[in-house]
């Protein structure tokens, strides 16, 4: 009995391959991630405000305006 005859193992875990890239970031993204599909990018979960920040930066207006367009819409 030798402990030589035992296979080398690899010390770390097989690599995982991505299964895509943050549209944000640029970041890989594995299986299991937590991600938000946004008219077909891919975000993870932890850029999702920063992307949001962009995404919606047309809709950024002064609360004041926002409060005014509540009278008479819902949409606010
Ligand atoms: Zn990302």
Request: glycine share 6%.
């Amino acid at each position: 009995m030798s402990y030589w005859d035992v296979p080398e193992r690899p010390l770390e875990p097989p690599e995982e391959h991505p299964v895509g890239y943050c549209d944000h970031c640029g970041g890989e993204v594995y299986e299991g991630d937590t991600v938000y599909r946004i008219d077909g990018q891919c975000i993870h979960d932890d850029c999702l405000e920063d992307f949001a920040k962009d995404y919606f930066a047309d809709c950024k207006e002064e609360v004041e305006v926002c409060v005014k367009a509540r009278a008479w819409t819902d949409d606010c």
